[in-house]
């Protein structure tokens, strides 16, 4: 992402965008006792609802966004509730995430197909990695138009050879 992606996400949480999406993502809700517990990493976190979630159920959280605005939103609602999460700035697109392996990593709906493929290195035996997208489609759905923010049929999937 550039300087103008980063200002572009810090203008739009400062107008109190996402400011409503304070529960987790339904997808993550819907599988957090089945997933392995221990460390995780929530990828383009914004404001955090889902490394909140994460920490609340017992996991150790990084995470990371390229807006610093989210960031201090999400480091509020955390000390607000009592959690601890390593929140880190950071633009995916020019830095390698370093460090331990994780037991759990979630993105949702950012798309970037080669950072989904690097993540899949980031994962410790049996771990688990929880994708959320928007698929691109000729069907008028929810969500951006434009290709540049949807996965094609199968994408994800092509990816992740390799895990079960």
């Known amino acids: 992402m550039s300087d103008t992606d980063r200002e572009k996400w810090d203008e739009r949480y400062a107008s109190g965008a996402y400011a409503a999406r304070t ?3 339904q997808l993550l809700a819907d599988w957090i006792d089945k997933l392995p517990r221990g460390r995780a990493l ?23 966004d390229i807006s610093s605005v989210a960031l201090d939103r999400a480091r509020a609602a955390a000390a607000e509730r009592g959690l601890d999460v390593n ?5 995916l697109e020019a830095e390698a995430i370093r460090g ?12 970037h197909p080669t950072l989904v493929a690097d ?7 049996g771990g ?3 994708c959320e997208e928007h698929l ?5 759905v929810v969500g951006p138009t434009s290709a540049a923010f949807r996965v094609r049929p199968n994408e994800l999937l092509g990816l992740s050879t390799g895990l079960r």
């Open 87 to 91: 929140w880190m700035e950071m633009d």
């Open 100 to 111: 331990d392996h994780y037991d759990l990593i979630v993105i949702v709906r950012y798309t």
């Open 136 to 140: 691109l489609t000729d069907r008028d």
């Open 42 to 64: 929530d990828v383009a976190c914004g404001a955090g609802r889902n490394a909140l979630y994460l920490a609340e159920h017992g996991y150790a959280v990084d995470a990371v």
């Open 23 to 25: 529960h987790p993502t």
């Open 128 to 130: 688990f990695l929880l």
């Open 119 to 125: 993540l899949i290195g980031r994962l410790a035996d």
